[in-house]
């Protein structure tokens, strides 16, 4: 079963870079798309993007000016970094595996994901 | 962007009961639309992918319908466990969810 697990500051200054690993066991990260999410506490769910094939990457058109998404695969680990960030980026964030069934993987749908890591935007 | 607009925003309901969780997009999204349950202080759970497929593991009182703008999500019968927020989600442009629909115990 893979697991994954965020890790990172859990408090970042604004106009400052959030930065996020997620550490992938039980399986290889050189398949699958993987993707970041973010929740506000006590608000609904926001994809932030994906990354698939090393560096092929997917990110959300209102955060694409200030996210990166990598991998390394040695690793297998990929990250995300989010630039200049506000209070409204204040938020739990997870990592998730893209689902495959049937010989068939969606970027769209997950089916794993971490624990989740809350990142406080404050000075 | 396509909106996705879950309703209603809370469900009372009691155990045995059926549950109905509508999600209507503000585009036709075909079939790409999936399920997800989340519990306080955890990740979400995929229940339903490509509007009426079960992931693997999903019990069957969990059905999914839908297709275009229109979608449904059934729980025949609501088990303790079941008491949950749930959200809408689409892949056919972007990928956006919906606010969320909280099924509550009456």
């Known amino acids: 079963q893979v697991q994954l697990q965020e890790s990172g500051p859990g408090l970042v200054k604004p106009s400052a870079t959030l930065s996020l690993t997620c550490t992938v066991s039980?399986?290889?990260?050189?398949?699958?798309?993987w993707s970041w999410i973010r929740q506000p506490p006590g608000k609904g769910l926001e994809w932030i993007g994906y990354i698939y094939d090393t560096d092929s990457t997917n990110y959300s058109p209102s955060l694409k000016s200030r996210v990166t998404i990598s991998v390394d695969m040695s690793k297998n680990q990929f990250f995300l970094k989010l630039s200049s960030v506000t209070a409204a980026d204040t938020a739990v964030y997870y990592c998730?595996?893209?689902?495959?069934?049937?010989?068939?993987?969606?970027?769209?749908?997950?089916?794993?994901w971490g624990q989740g890591t809350l990142v406080s935007v404050s000075s | 962007e396509i909106v996705l607009t879950q309703s209603p925003a809370t469900l009372s309901l009691s155990p045995g009961e059926r549950a109905t969780l509508s999600c209507r997009a503000s585009?036709?999204?075909?079939?790409?639309l999936a399920w997800y349950q989340q519990k306080p202080g955890q990740a979400p759970r995929l229940l339903i992918y490509n509007a009426s497929n079960r992931a693997t593991g999903i019990p069957a009182r969990f059905s999914g319908s839908g297709s275009g703008t229109d979608f449904t999500l059934t729980i025949s019968s609501l088990e303790p466990e079941d008491f949950a927020v749930y959200y809408c989600?689409?892949?056919?442009?972007?990928?956006?969810f919906g606010g969320g629909t909280r099924v509550e115990i009456k």
């Open positions: 585009q036709s999204v075909s079939n790409y």
């Open positions: 039980g399986g290889s990260i050189s398949t699958f798309f």
């Open positions: 989600q689409q892949r056919s442009n972007w990928l956006t």
């Open positions: 998730a595996r893209g689902f495959c069934s049937g010989g068939s993987c969606y970027a769209g749908f997950v089916d794993q």
